[in-house]
Structure formats: structure tokens, C-alpha cells
């Protein structure tokens, strides 16, 4: 294992760990609150966000966000630390998980610090992803080639 391996999948566990905790207690949160006002909290956006929205509560985005979101990345996580051939793969989709469910989130409510952060992470997921797949290898020319073309000789 290369050190940009151990480095990236050390990254990856780590963002895939608190992306699949946090959007599972938002989600929970989101969920609870919507079943139940008493339980809802200073977590649970107000409902006037979802104006212009297809929801009339957070109780399908809390579900959504669940599904989606926490267990992708949970399963990712489970990939990543068992070392399975499914890693790339499972560690990508948590990211583009991450950058649609933000910017489908950013048509419908205000911007927060919170969008930006895991915009970030799921960009990052999917850097951390092309790099380990070998990608983004940085180009180093060993010489410089002019291309010269031989047709019609």
C-alpha cells in the first residue's frame, strides 16, 4: 500500500464516519420533528424553508436525507475499513451523495455554513477517491515534444 493509499483511506474513513454519523442524528432530528412538534428543536429549520418546496413537513427530507446520505456513507465506511474492492466505488457515491443532496438543498433553503462543509467533504471524498484510483497522479514532462505531422511525406 502506497502512502497517498494509506493517507486517502485513513481521509476517507474519517470524513465517511462523520458524514454517516451527523446525517443520520440530522435526519433522526429531522424525522422526530416532524412526527412530533414537542420534539422538534432548534435543529429543525422552520417550515417555511420548505415553501416552494414538494414537502410539507422535514418528514420525507429527514428520511431522504437518511437513506441517502448517512447510509451511503455508512456502507462506504464498511467498505473502506474491511479494505474491499468496492471502496472506490462505494467512497464516490458517498460524495456525489454529498454534493447532490447540498445543491438539491441549496435551490430550496437559505445558505448556511453547514451546506458548505459538506459540500466540501463530498468534494474532497471524491478527490481523495481520484487520487487513490491514481487520477490525479501529477504529470511531470520528462521532455519537451513537438509534434510534427508526417503525412503527405
Known amino acids: 500500500m502506497t502512502r497517498i493509499d494509506r493517507i486517502g483511506r ?5 470524513m465517511q464516519a462523520f458524514v454517516a ?6 435526519g433522526v432530528v429531522l424525522i422526530l420533528g416532524s412526527v412530533n412538534a414537542a420534539w422538534s428543536s432548534v435543529l429543525v429549520p422552520p417550515l417555511d424553508y420548505l415553501e416552494g418546496s414538494p414537502f410539507s413537513s422535514y418528514l420525507v427530507p429527514g428520511i431522504l436525507l437518511v437513506v441517502l446520505v448517512a ?8 467498505a473502506t475499513i474491511s479494505d474491499s474492492v468496492w471502496t472506490n466505488l ?9 454534493v447532490i443532496w447540498i445543491g438539491v438543498q441549496m ?3 437559505p445558505f448556511s455554513v453547514l451546506q458548505a462543509v459538506y459540500f466540501v467533504v463530498g468534494l ?20 519537451r515534444t513537438t509534434f510534427v505531422s508526417t503525412r503527405g511525406q
Open 10 to 14: 485513513i481521509a476517507l474513513l474519517i
Open 21 to 26: 454519523v451527523t446525517a443520520c442524528a440530522g
Open 71 to 78: 447510509s451511503v456513507h455508512a456502507l462506504a465506511f464498511v
Open 90 to 98: 462505494a467512497a464516490a457515491a458517498g460524495g456525489f451523495a454529498c
Open 107 to 109: 435551490v430550496f433553503i
Open 124 to 143: 474532497v471524498e471524491l478527490g481523495v477517491t481520484m487520487a487513490r484510483l491514481g487520477i490525479l497522479e501529477p504529470v511531470t514532462p520528462l521532455h
